[in-house]
């Protein structure tokens, strides 16, 4: 056997034994393993579960008739053919919001890669062609039962990792979309800090809302963009979901990481990290997949990646990071 075949098995076993240690990062498939299918549909989330991710995610807004959806946004026009579906059911500022459709209607669409409105051109355009096989959206009851249903097959136990999205937005158009979320939670088991689910949101106002005033004991993480009082954020939520060059404010000439200091802030906290979003076919310039990877792992020493690629993630997770 030649040193690569060696070195690889041992890299191998290494990965396997830190998994069965339980002291691995954990592999968030980012609206599921949409590099490869349509994001927020029931095929990327079942190729996800096959790419075995740790946790999946599902970003939920509300329909008209106050039904989770999942789906990134609260516009359903960068996604589906609503536009062709429904003219004239456009808002003012020519956008089509999932809250002025019932789940019905939303039913009716035909979902794709994401696209830009102006151009109609893919985001991303080395991934699945627009509008090609048949799509559709779902409700966030009908994707917990997907994950908890493969979880009964296989034996795993694939968590979950839902988004309120735009809580105050909601409210202000008469829908109030966290008690929602969180009922929905507990409807399939989702009650305390110990089962398989982190709970996050942007607004920061909204996610201290979620534990004092509506009692969620599920673990909560404060995503962020921009500066923020990390103290404040850690009496809770058990973690942030910061975007990466929050992490990492690029690179010198040489190379090297520019590191800020968040990551000690949160560790000083006791703050868990999961950054977003960690993209094959978008990374800073100048740097490689598996030199982010490294330097979020094993310099920065994040406790977890939301990942588009969540094979790719999932395999430098489970053969690159170092023991901790």
């Known amino acids: ?43 990327a989330k079942a190729l996800a579960y096959g790419m075995q991710a740790d946790y999946i995610e599902q970003d939920v807004v509300l ?8 789906i990134h946004d609260i516009h359903l026009d960068t996604v589906t053919d609503v536009a062709e579906k429904f003219p004239g059911r456009a808002r003012a500022d020519g956008r089509y919001y999932a809250l ?12 794709c890669e994401r696209f830009n409105i102006a151009s109609g051109t893919a985001v991303f355009a080395g991934r699945f062609p627009l509008w090609k096989s048949d799509f559709r959206l779902h409700t966030l009851e009908e994707e917990i039962e997907l994950i908890q249903g493969l979880n009964h097959s296989t034996g795993r136990n694939v968590g979950i990792y839902p988004e309120i999205k735009d809580p105050a937005w909601h409210r202000e158009q008469g829908h109030d979309i966290s008690p929602i979320v969180i009922r929905i939670l507990a409807d399939y088991g989702y009650t305390k800090a110990e089962d ?3 709970l996050q949101c942007f607004d920061f106002a909204e996610l201290k809302r979620v534990k004092s005033e509506l009692k969620c004991e599920l673990k909560l993480i404060q ?31 040489d ?19 999961h950054p977003y979003t960690f993209r094959v076919d978008a990374l800073p310039d100048g740097i490689s997949a598996e030199k982010l990877l490294d330097t979020l792992f094993n310099e920065i020493g994040v406790d977890g990646i939301f990942s588009d690629f969540p094979d790719v993630s999932r395999d430098f997770i489970r053969t690159r990071v170092k023991a901790r």
């Open 1 to 43: 056997m030649n040193k690569l075949a060696l070195t690889t098995i041992y890299m191998l076993l290494g990965g396997y034994m830190a998994i069965f240690a339980g002291n691995l990062p954990i592999n968030i498939a980012h609206r599921g393993a949409c590099a490869y299918l349509p994001e927020h549909t029931l095929p």
């Open 63 to 70: 329909t008209k008739d106050d039904r989770a959806l999942v």
């Open 100 to 111: 002025d459709f019932t789940l019905a209607e939303i039913r009716t669409l035909k979902a």
């Open 196 to 198: 398989k689910v982190y």
């Open 223 to 253: 995503l962020t963009e921009e500066d923020f009082d990390v103290a404040s954020v850690a009496s809770y939520a058990v973690g942030i979901g910061p975007w990466i060059k929050q992490l990492i404010s690029g690179f010198d000439k």
């Open 255 to 273: 190379g090297r990481p520019i590191i800020s200091d968040l990551a000690a802030q949160a560790k000083a906290h006791g703050l868990e990290m």
